[in-house]
């Protein structure tokens, strides 16, 4: 067998040593356009210390390659003048040049041939004069621009700018800087080796802004020795090959085609917040080695396709994990708001690969010292005490509503009761789910009018006979429980007159059953629902008035909060979108203030007769899911009204503007909107993605993606009792 | 699958019923040496009272609506309110090309299609009115947003495609994910399913070829599906263990090697190793 590797990085040099020891008759080539000396690059990293696989794949080199590692475990973060520490997250790093030097070394032990300085201009003439050609040469790979329409690859570049740099400075731990001067907020990642890295990262603005665009080495240098002069301790910055990159992330639709095969960065790459660049490089060799072990020679399409099988759930689980923590070091600026320990507890959970629960396993001094310091933030104190619950047992004020917790319990729309008035079904489990514990506990949404109904049997609360039903579940909760209550509002709008939903969203009623349906404009819900008279000015006053009534009656039933929803393309929400709101008058148009101008009134009506010292909130859409709708920039500018205009808290949902949405049931998505309302706009949010555990809780209110959380716990029926 | 005859149905269908077991399930393909499904699951009504009987999956888009209706209510009332009917688009061109039905568009047209099976089972144009109320129980597969997305506006709930717990767990979640935040009340049905062949290292091998060959058309993904073969009793209970960890309602193991002694030898696991039979 005839084996050509293109590139002589870890990757293809590993890859190189393994097929050859185990197949010493084959001949094996590796081309590398860099000399062999050439020691580009810092430190690398693994994300562990263990790499099993290097033992049992080659004991030599791994006993060489961990005789050689610089081992950390704790993780520091610099923010805001203070130095939070969080331990049992072990890294092992060395320098990308002694890791060549080791596999290089054990390559010529085996006899494969290494041609150095040899650049590649065509890799199909290498295909062709072997029988399988690897292409590991890297970023840039010149086998992935020849094959790309087999390998069909798609690279897109990050945001930020980045640099390595290298010192003497000793850092005897993994350290995250953030450092704001007049240019921006700038980001280190430094580690431990022979030589420390020293990562120096920013968005293209701030770098911009400190002209590093037309500054040289020495000048870029000494900008940032003088401003980490006090981590660097007079040490001096070192840059082997100066220059500032946009990280790419490489994809490709596939890794193989007939006898070439692409590893490494050339197939996958992995923001280097993670530490599983080279890491996955050496895994991939190692799985294109078992993968000839498994069909040998006589088979390379299997082989290879045997090894692209098994790599590709492992480095798409990484790349996932890159990419939310590159996303978050590019968009850092968001979380400047946060104090320094949740600024470090939501760097620490950034890629959420690691929960509130996995952080106490590694270091359970750090999350008992979190606790403290959560209870401290959460309940306004001067100093820790020693005994703290975890965030999500913290107490949260909304408006000048304390809820002892931060778990909200709620069920969804219910079809049993009759002309508006809650069955008893209905109220017992709101009162049910009242005394299970949690902070809050909100009623289905609740209609305002009999027209705003989803179905004969919703609830509502525009009769004085409606509100009684309400008002004994509510005696009923706050004679058992802690827990504050809360009513949310609706008018179904356009998806109102439908069926009950147990066997279906949106089907309309028989028509002897149904009613006339009112919308911002005559749209559609679904091609069979049917279609809404658009509001005139007598509507706008009358629902307007509706939702007033109703806010007294809740008030009267006692209750504390009072959600209004503008989601789901209910009526207000109609109003909101482009999609759903054609209307020419004041209250439409190309701009989200136009279309904001109805709710906004609405909010403002309730508002004058909703007593000061209980809470308004408001559910909104951060997205609508559909090309031309409201997207996440429209969310933040109908997040940062309505709380302008007096909503407390902001409930963060997504989509159901319209019935053709396109959403993504990832279950921390709608977390990672709320996440980015509550922290751009500095206000406080809920989350309502589908979290089932306390873990969760703790995780999103301890990072800061919301302050309420929404939780479905599984021994909790939220069904009709 | 290949060498299912009316005597080894009919046999299975009896035995299971009288067994550990809550439902049977059959494959659809078309473009392959098997039977219909919902033929086979006629014939498994007449056999049985109890059981439940599911179509795992049938491709919905390869159908015309109004056949497939007529045909899902007609075996609801025959076996009195016994059929769960699973749908999901399948991938399979060739069944398509024979079917004469558009592969491109299916996706469309299956969510259309969900709609109107629902429009026929309340309404009164097409009947038979079926037992059970809002039609049988219908439950959605495939693993992409839309998926889930049907699921939660049309569905009874979710039928996954096989593979290892974790898997099942993480697309499980979807599901329900989807369901609570479109606004369903209650929960999902979730059923999963898995391949087995018991007894000696040919029947494993057999089963192993017989997925090689049903699975070709994905390519190198076939291995993955071989490998997970459940080919001895402690894989079997690992797996039902696994499955219902992540809150499966329903498991479905499906024989890849036709003869009675599989059917014995699951039996016997699930009888005597599960404790919740």
């Known amino acids: ?721 | 699958m290949e060498g299912a005859d009316a005597e080894l149905t009919r046999e299975w269908a009896r035995r299971a019923e009288a067994g550990p077991f809550t439902s049977l399930g059959v494959f659809d393909r078309l473009v392959y040496d098997s039977l219909d499904p919902m033929s086979t699951l006629a014939v498994c009504a007449g056999e049985t009272e109890d059981i439940r009987l599911a179509t795992s999956i049938v491709a919905g888009p390869l159908r015309s609506t109004g056949l497939l209706a007529k045909k899902a209510a007609t075996l609801d009332v025959l076996s009195d309110g016994r059929l769960t009917l699973g749908l999901a688009l399948g991938a399979r061109k060739d069944d398509y090309e024979a079917a004469d039905s558009d592969f491109g568009s299916r996706g469309a047209r299956f969510t259309k299609q969900l709609d109107e099976l629902r429009e026929i089972w309340q309404g009164d144009e097409i009947g038979p009115d079926p037992v059970q109320e809002g039609g049988p129980e219908l439950l959605i597969g495939g693993s992409s947003d839309p998926s889930y997305k049907r699921v939660a506006h049309y569905g009874d709930g979710y039928i996954h495609g096989g593979g290892p717990p974790k898997i099942f767990a993480r697309e499980a979640e979807k599901a329900e994910a989807a369901w609570a935040e479109e606004g369903r009340p209650g929960d999902p049905a979730i059923w999963g399913h898995g391949y087995f062949a018991l007894g000696d290292e040919d029947a494993a091998e057999a089963g192993r070829e017989y997925l090689l060959d049903y699975y070709e058309f994905t390519g190198p993904f076939a291995e993955t599906i071989a490998e997970g073969l459940l080919t001895t009793p402690q894989e079997v209970v690992q797996f039902i263990r696994g499955y219902e960890e992540r809150g499966c309602d329903e498991l479905l193991l499906f024989p890849t090697v036709a003869d009675e002694e599989q059917y014995e030898r699951l039996e016997e696991v699930v009888e005597n190793e599960w404790s919740d039979a």
């Open chain 1, 1 to 721: 067998m005839d084996i050509n590797v293109i590139g002589g990085g870890p990757g293809g040099l590993y890859a190189s040593l393994l097929l050859k020891k185990e197949h010493p008759d084959w001949d094996i080539t590796v081309y590398e356009r860099d000399p062999a000396d050439n020691t580009y690059g810092w430190g690398i990293v693994f994300s562990d210390s263990t790499l099993g696989s290097l033992r049992e794949a080659d004991y030599k080199t791994h006993e060489q390659i961990t005789d050689k590692f610089a081992i950390w475990n704790p993780i520091d973060v610099h923010y805001g003048g203070k130095r939070i520490r969080c331990g049992g997250h072990t890294f092992s790093g060395l320098m990308r040049s002694d890791l060549k030097d080791i596999l290089r070394e054990r390559c010529a032990e085996l006899g494969v041939e290494m041609h150095w300085e040899h650049n590649v201009e065509n890799p199909e003439e290498y295909a062709e004069d072997a029988d399988l050609l690897i292409g590991a040469d890297g970023l840039n790979s010149t086998v992935r621009e020849t094959y790309e329409d087999q390998f069909k690859p798609r690279v897109r570049m990050g945001d930020a700018k980045f640099a390595w740099f290298g010192t003497d400075k000793p850092f005897d731990v993994f350290t995250f800087i953030f450092r704001e001067n007049e240019h921006g907020l700038w980001r280190i990642h430094a580690y431990p080796g022979r030589k420390s890295t020293f990562i120096v990262e920013a968005t293209e603005e701030t770098w911009q802004n400190a002209g590093l665009d037309e500054k040289g080495k020495e000048e870029g240098l000494a900008y940032f020795e003088d401003l980490f002069s006090d981590h660097l301790d007079g040490y001096e910055l070192e840059s082997k090959l100066y220059s500032w990159r946009n990280f790419p992330i490489v994809q490709n639709r596939t890794w193989s085609h007939d006898n070439v095969v692409l590893i490494g960065d050339a197939a996958h790459t992995a923001h280097f917040s993670v530490g599983a660049g080279t890491k996955m490089a050496m895994e991939d060799a190692i799985a294109l080695y078992e993968g000839f072990e498994e069909y040998g020679p006589d088979d390379v399409g299997a082989s290879v396709r045997w090894f692209e099988k098994e790599r590709r759930p492992r480095v798409e689980g990484i790349q996932d994990a890159a990419t939310q923590s590159r996303r978050y070091f590019e968009n850092t600026e968001r979380y400047m708001d946060l104090e320094p320990e949740q600024f470090a507890f939501n760097l620490l959970t950034r890629s959420g690969k690691i929960s509130y629960d996995e952080l106490k396993i590694r270091d359970s001094a750090y999350t008992d010292d979190y606790d403290r310091w959560y209870a401290q933030y959460a309940q306004g104190g001067n100093e820790k005490r020693a005994v703290a619950t975890p965030p999500m047992f913290q107490p949260f004020t909304i408006g000048d509503v304390t809820v002892p917790n931060r778990a909200v319990l709620s069920s969804s729309p219910s079809s049993v009761g009759s002309s508006g008035r809650p069955a008893s079904g209905q109220t017992a489990r709101f009162a049910e789910l009242g005394k299970q514990g949690p902070g809050l506990v909100l009623t289905e949404p609740v209609a305002v009018s009999a027209r705003g109904r989803l179905h004969p049997g919703s609830p509502g609360l525009y009769e004085d006979g409606h509100a009684d039903a309400w008002a004994e579940a509510v005696a009923e909760v706050n004679e058992a429980s802690d827990a504050k209550t809360g009513i949310e509002l609706f008018h179904a709008g356009q998806r109102a007159a439908t069926r009950p939903r147990e066997y279906g969203l949106d089907r309309p009623l028989a028509d002897e059953d149904s009613w006339d349906i009112v919308s911002a404009s005559a749209t559609q819900y679904t091609r069979r629902s049917q279609t809404p008279s658009a509001m005139d000015a007598d509507d706008l006053d009358a629902v307007r008035e509706r939702f007033v009534a109703a806010a007294e009656r809740a008030d009267e039933a006692g209750f504390d909060v009072l959600q209004l929803n503008l989601a789901h393309g209910y009526l207000l929400s109609s109003f909101l979108s482009p999609l759903t709101n054609e209307r020419d008058d004041e209250y439409g148009g190309e701009d989200i203030e136009s279309r904001l101008a109805y709710p906004l009134e609405v909010l403002d009506a309730v508002q004058s007769v909703w007593p000061d010292e209980k809470a308004i909130t408001t559910k909104m859409p951060a997205t609508d899911w559909r090309p031309g709708g409201n997207n996440l920039g429209d969310g933040f500018a109908i997040g940062s009204h309505l709380s302008r205009n007096g909503s407390d808290l902001l409930t963060v949902v997504a989509g159901q503007t319209t019935s053709n949405d396109r959403p993504k049931f990832d279950t921390d998505v709608l977390a990672r909107y709320s996440e980015q309302i509550r922290n751009e706009l500095d206000v406080p949010t809920m989350t309502t993605n589908y979290v089932t555990s306390t873990d969760d809780v703790n995780t999103q209110v301890g990072a800061g993606t919301g302050d309420l959380c929404q939780w479905y716990p599984p021994n909790v029926d939220g069904d009709l009792l």
